[in-house]
């Protein structure tokens, strides 16, 4: 099992200095202990997130202060840019870190994150895999129609070039189980969680995403990444104290997002049928979930239990959201705990 830091915010607005500690510090943390990667996301217009507008900005901070470690995008929302401008973005990155970078693309899912590309929301999910081509193709040196400001079609590479020959991929998915089939045909890696998804279901998907990719590469496994929600320590039951009060609002603060996101998912949510004991009830069911099942939250000993768990169906790595709102110094100490974690299942 390989393990990577991965970044999401839980208040944007919290601090008014130093708000990219936690990711500046973890990362060289996760650089010289032996980690795999550093992920960071695109959020746009709220604070859930909201740390996070551009990860090849925040991906670049990381190149800047780490030598060994992956740089990572989960994920870049490709049909809101155009994908000349994110092979160049990337590129970039690829080379301030000497040929570290690594993207996952999503299709998004809050209209709001659309405001850059309104004419693309629709078609959403067919642009994330015409998207994702392109960058992979220009990538590879090879040329892209589009047309100009004149309006003349004309070809265009991007420069400068990258370090790595074949830009490392991977396709995000929220559950479903035909996105997970359309990455293995793509013959990309696939980053997803636990929210929404049991962990039976989650096999059955992965088992999915496999068949897939191998017919589509001859014989290839793939790469399943998994975010979970991580600190651990000595005691459990101190743990679950400290970790109560953020992660609640986390979640909360996840279910307002989505309930006022006008997404598809939303839709199926009339806000106000919520009440706020709905809401209550919702937030304590998922984060007994979490804290009991979906993540690696308490104590060494249960936190193999999961790393077992999630070996057992096809993880391959476990992407470890830290920043879900604990103090900065405590999420910082508890990368020891996570460390000797790592360095068990490495042993194992």
Known sequence: MDFSLFYFSADSTESKCN???LLLEGARFADINGFCAVWTPERHFHQFGGLYPNPAVTGSAVAAVTTNIGIRAGSVVAPTHQPARIAEEWSVVDNLSNGRVGVSFASGWSALDFTFT????????????????????????????????????????????????ELPVWITSGGNIETFRSAGRAGAGLLTHLLGQEMDDLSHKIEEYRAEYRKATGGGRGHVALMVHTFLGDQENEIKEMVRGPLTEYLRSSINLLVGSRSVDAQKIDPSALRQSDIDFLVQRSFDRYFEESGLLGGLEKGRGVVERLSGIGVDELACLIDFGLPTADVLNGLKYLNQLRESCVSV
């Open 118 to 165: 309104p004419e693309n929301y629709a078609r959403r999910h067919e642009l994330l895999f015409e998207y994702t081509d392109q960058v992979r193709r220009l990538w590879r040196g090879e040329d892209l129609e589009i047309v100009d400001g004149a309006g003349d079609p004309t070809r265009v590479r991007i420069f400068p070039p990258p370090v790595q020959p």
């Open 19 to 21: 708000r990219y500690e």
